[in-house]
């Protein structure tokens, strides 16, 4: 049985949108160790987020008085 996936696949990086291969990427989706970098420094910075609903608030007291 073949493989569907291409050896040669090819995919823009999602920080620099430079073309690159695929198959023997150690970066990817990314094209190198700096943009895989600048990605991390997004997400922990807040600039991505997933959209969700906000938890409900409760007072942590109350958490510890059950017994």
Do not use: H, Q
Request: charged share 25%; glycine share 4%; aromatic share 8%.
């Amino acid at each position: 049985m073949k493989s569907s996936i291409n050896p040669s696949f090819s995919v823009k990086c999602p920080i620099c949108k430079k073309v690159v291969v695929w198959e023997g990427n150690p970066s990817r989706p990314f094209c190198s160790e700096r943009c895989r970098l600048i990605d991390l420094g997004n997400w922990a910075s807040g600039e991505y987020s997933i959209p969700a609903e906000p938890l409900p608030e409760t007072d942590e007291a109350d958490n510890y008085n059950k017994e």
